[in-house]
C-alpha cells in the first residue's frame, strides 16, 4: 500500500493529486522552485523539498533532484501530474530504480506513445518528410515529439517560413519538454479535437471512459472541454473506443491515458496517445462519478480494475480553463497579484485552482489559475452554469480570460455542435473580444468606478454643490471593447449627477459600492480600487488613464516594448543595429510562462537600435528595439520622368 506521494509537479494538478491523497489518508510531498516557494501547492502539502532555481530547466524538469527529493522526504511513490516530466520514460525508470512507486505507464509504453512519432508509427501513420514537402502539401502543422499543451506547433502555410518555423518548435520543445524533435503532419482545417480516455491495469484490463470534445483552442491549446463529445453517431463513437483501445493493449499500457483524434468530414485521424492524466480529466470524472487519481492510485498498488467500468451517472460537463492573459492583445499572459480569487460554490459546480487570494502569477510558468466545471443534466443546462459561475468568480489582480470564456460558451457556433471546431478563434475572436456584454455593461462599471473615487475623495478633501457651476469632471477608463469617458457633477444635496454616458441616474455612491439607475433598472456595483489606476466593478476590469501624459514615458517613433516580462531566449539570425528589416519580420523570442511570443517589426524600415540580448530578462513595457519606419515615397519619386 501507499503511504505517502510526492507530486512532481506544481500548481492545480498538484493541488488537485493532493486532495485524493487526503481523501484516501495518504501523506503529500511538494517539490517547489524559489519562484513557488510559498504557493498553494507548497502550502497544502504535509511537506515540501525545495528545487534551488526559477526556470523549469534548473528545477520540474530536473528529474534526478525530484528522486532525491521523495527519498530525502520519505514518500514511497511520485505521481507526475502532466506536462514537465509526466511523459518522460528516463525519469520513470529513474523513479522505479530508486525502489519508488511510479503512478504512470511503464516506460516503455511512455517510450513507444509519449513520442508522437513512434507512435503513429506504431499505429500505421507515417509523419512528412519536412525535406521532400511540396506547396501541395500545405497547409502542415508543425508539430513537438514530446510533451503536449500546444507548446512546439506551428502552423505552416507557405514553404519560405518552415525552415524557421521547425527551428522555433524547437527551440520552444527544448525549453518545455527537455526533448527537441519535431516532426511534420498535414494540419486539418477547423475539425473537431475528439479523445477517448482509457485506464488500464496490470492484469490486462482495459477501460475506455466515454469521449471529451476539446475543440475550442488558442495557440492550440484546450481553452473549453466537455463530456461527452456532442453530436457525433454511435457508430464512430464505437470506433473512437476500439481503436483506443487498441492502441493502449498495443504498447501494455497501464494506468490513465488519453487517446487524441481529430474528427472531419465522418472520419476520425489519429492525433496521438498522451501516457498521463489530462488537464481536462475533471469532465470525466463528473459525468462518470469516478476519481481517476484514485483509480490511478489503486492501479499503481497493483489492484485489479473490474472487468467493465462502472455505468456513467450521466448528464453533460464542462470545463472552462481560466488563464491570466490579454485574448485581444494576442494571447499575451498576465502578471501580478491576485489579489482576490473567489468562485460561487453550488451543487454541479467545481473549481480545480492552484492559486489563492494573496498569491502572485509570476513569468517562469504556465498562466491558468483554475479549471471551472459544471455538470447538469443536459448540454444546454451545463453551459448556462458555467457561464453564469464564472461571471459571479471574483477576480481582482491581473487581466483575464474569463470574458472570452463567458462570450464562447454564449456563442451560437457553440451552442450547436454541428459548428464546433478548432478554427472558431480563427472565426470568432474580433467579435468576442470587442463586445461587452450587454448586462451590467462595461460602460455602467466605469461610470460606478468614477462615481465611487469621487465619493472617496469627497470623504478625504470634502466637497459638495457650489453656486458657480464649474466644468464637468471627466474619467476615462480602459476596458472590455475599449475605453470609456465618464462625465459628473456635484449636486447640492451632496451626490453627483452623470452628465455622460446620458441615461444614468445615480441611486448612492459610496467608495466601495455605487447603486445606478439606467430605463427603470436599480443595479449595485461593488467597487475595488488597488494601485496602479486598476479598478474592478463586479467582474469588469478597468484601468484609469492618468489625467495627463508622463513626460518620462515618451518613446521613440518605432520603438518595440516588451509586451509581458520574460527572457530574451534568441534574437534572428544576422540582426544588428543599421539592418533593414520588413513589417511583420520576427525579430526576437520572448519567453514567458513556458511559450515562446515573437516580436516584429511594426513596419518596414532599418533597425536603428537593439537593446536585448539572449537571456536577459525584461520587464513589461522594456525597450527591446527601435525600428525607424522607411520613408513614404513622393509622387515624384515613385515616377522621375518629367
Partial sequence: MISA????????????????????????????SDPDADALHVREADAAVRLPGATPAETYLRGDLIVVAALAAGADAVHPGYGFLSENADFARAVTEAGLVWIGPPPAAIE??????????????????????????????VKAAAGGGGRGMRIVRELSVLEGELKAASAEALSAFGD????????????????VQVLADTHGTVWTLGTRDC??????????????????????????????AVAAKAVGYVGAGTVEFLVADGRAHFLEMNTRLQVEHPVTEEVHGLDLVALQLAVAEGRPLPPEPPAPRGGHAVEARLYAEDPAGGWTPQTGVLHAVEFPAGPGLRVDTGYASGDTVGVHYDAMLAK????????????????????QARLHGPATNRDLLVASLRHPDFADPARLGTGFYDRHLDALTAAPRAEASVEQAAVAAALAEAAANAGRFGGGWRNVRSQDEVKTYEGA?????????PTRTGGHEVTAPEGVTVVSATPHRVRLEVASVVRDFEVTRYPGGVVHVGPHRLTAR???TDPTESRAPGSLLAPMPGTVVRIAEGLAAGARVEAGQPLLWLEAMKMEHRVVAPASGTLTALHAAPGRQVEVGALLAVVQPAPVPTEAQEDPTP
Wanted: one cysteine or more; charged letters at 25%.
Fill in 546 to 548: 492618468p489625467r495627463f
Fill in 5 to 32: 506521494v510526492l507530486v512532481a509537479n506544481r500548481g492545480e494538478i498538484a493541488c488537485r493529486v493532493f486532495r485524493t491523497c487526503r481523501d484516501l489518508g495518504i501523506a503529500t510531498v511538494a517539490v517547489h
Fill in 481 to 489: 471593447g475599449g475605453a470609456y469617458q465618464v462625465r459628473y457633477r
Fill in 180 to 195: 527537441g524533435e519535431v516532426f511534420v503532419e498535414p494540419y486539418v482545417e477547423d475539425g473537431r479535437h475528439v479523445e
Fill in 372 to 391: 471551472v466545471v459544471a455538470h447538469a443534466p443536459t448540454r444546454a443546462e451545463a453551459v448556462r452554469k458555467l457561464a453564469r459561475a464564472l461571471e
Fill in 215 to 244: 475543440s475550442l483552442q488558442r495557440r492550440h491549446q484546450k481553452v473549453i472541454e466537455e463530456a461527452p463529445a456532442p453530436g457525433l453517431p454511435d457508430a464512430l463513437v464505437e470506433e473512437l473506443y476500439a481503436r483506443s
Fill in 112 to 141: 513507444a506513445m509519449a513520442s508522437k512519432t513512434r507512435a503513429k508509427e506504431l499505429l500505421g501513420v507515417a509523419p512528412l518528410d519536412a525535406a521532400a514537402l511540396t506547396e501541395a502539401d500545405l497547409p502542415v502543422l
